[in-house]
């Protein structure tokens, strides 16, 4: 039987949460304070964190909860939160997703956001938590927006603070390949890449093969529609592809866990780990909430959590000297 225990005992890494969806009510109501901002609600519980079906909505709240994010301290705050949140659950590794196109884009330099995240990333080392950062261009943005976001990321990168590249937000007529130069480009300054592909979105399959055939990402982010094509499948299966599912999220933005095509990708062997995505914004579910909720549903086994565990430090982009320590 699956406890509580079990799964926070359980060494495991995260390699699919938005630092920004993890903003509580409670500390968005903090910073607004400290900021000067109104947010119109005399509590934290009064700020709405609803929105109905599907990506765009839930993108809608997301962008606007992270208004009162200002300062260097701000930035902080919210990644300490998250990462001492993540020492209690034997979280040992984090690949943290940050959005900085949506704070230079209303006036906050890039500085001030990775300068807080990557500090809150070093103090929490001290936690027994090493956390990594992965940038994530806005699909919905230009690729010039894009471009521009690469170029700021640059001295960062160099001093080893960015390790990797992602893509994210609405994924409606926005493609893999508006972005495949700057990929490209990317990848030989040697960021690891991923990219989102949200269950069910308009050309979902295109997507995802585009994200593998021609961008050539090592992971690919939710990605459950790749089980309606059992070549593209194999394909990525046979090239160790990492599957970040996050169940939790999965259920709040489209009503259903996507449990079939999870179950299938990790019976045929995919490397599937579970991840929380944005858990300030789907009920303060985090990674540990995930691999409990959906093991307790669907009836896995201690055995299949670990594997799932094992899977998420194989996919992780740590050295594979401390690969080996886990697995
Ligand atoms: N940004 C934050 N969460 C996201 C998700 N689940 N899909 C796309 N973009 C996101
Ligand atoms: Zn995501």
Known sequence: KITRKFVDGLPKAELHVHIEGTLEPDLEFKLAKRNGIDLGVSSPDQINRSYKYGLAAFLKSYYAGMQTLITEQDFYDLTWAYLKKMAKSSVKHVELFFDPQAHTSRGISFSTVINGIHQAAVDARALGVDAQLIMCFLRDFSKESARKTLIQAKPYHEKGWILGLGLDSDEHHNPPLKFMMLFAKAKTEGYHLTMHCDPDQVDTLKHIKQALEIIEVERIDHGVNIVADPDLMDFAIQKQLGFTICPISNLYI??????????ELLKKGALVSFNSDDPGYMGSN????????????????????????KNSFLSSWISNTAKKFYL
Do not use: C, G, Q, W
């Not at 009503?255 to 179950?263: N, Q, S, V, W, Y």
């Open 286 to 309: 985090y990674i540990d909430d995930n691999y409990y909720k959906f093991a307790e549903k669907y009836h896995l086994s201690r055995e299949d959590l670990v594997k799932i565990a």
């Open 254 to 263: 489209y009503h259903d866990m996507k449990a079939k095509p999870t179950l």
